[in-house]
């Protein structure tokens, strides 16, 4: 996973859990103890995110800036799905084949699919 990756997951831990717009060092404690990665480190992949436009500066408190992540969660899954289905020619089956086949699936996750194919199928008759 990229490092950029990483970032932006640790922002979205930060605000669902305890604090809407995290700083370096709570940025920095997303990460277990053994993948923790050094304070810089952080600051660099924070910046790398700004320059991005995932994240942005909301304020400073003393010399801690304050972060909050411009990317929701749901648009960078599907713009990264997107961009996976276009690795394969912009075929779906090949992927979703994939994982059926590996069990990856959830129970859960078996029934939302269903549920999204019979709206699509619904969607798709009254065209």
């Not at 990483?6 to 995290?22: D, F, H, K, L, Y």
């Not at 997303?30 to 923790?36: A, P, T």
């Not at 480190?41 to 408190?61: D, G, M, N, S």
Request: hydrophobic letters at 35%.
């Amino acid at each position: 996973m990229s490092s950029e990756k990483g970032g932006i997951r640790a922002c979205w831990a930060q605000a669902s859990e305890r604090r809407a717009r995290p700083r370096y060092v709570e940025l920095q404690e997303v990460f277990s103890e053994e993948e923790r990665p050094a304070y810089t480190t952080v600051q660099t992949v924070v910046y790398r995110l700004e320059f991005l436009k995932a994240v942005r500066r909301t304020e400073k408190i003393s010399n801690a800036h304050v972060f909050e992540a411009l990317v929701s969660r749901n648009s960078a899954q599907h713009r990264m799905i997107d961009e996976l289905v276009a690795l394969f020619g912009s075929k779906s089956l090949p992927i979703v084949t994939h994982l059926i086949d590996s069990g990856r699936f959830t129970p859960e996750e078996v029934r939302e699919a269903r549920k999204a194919l019979r709206n699509a199928t619904a969607k798709e008759k009254n065209r």
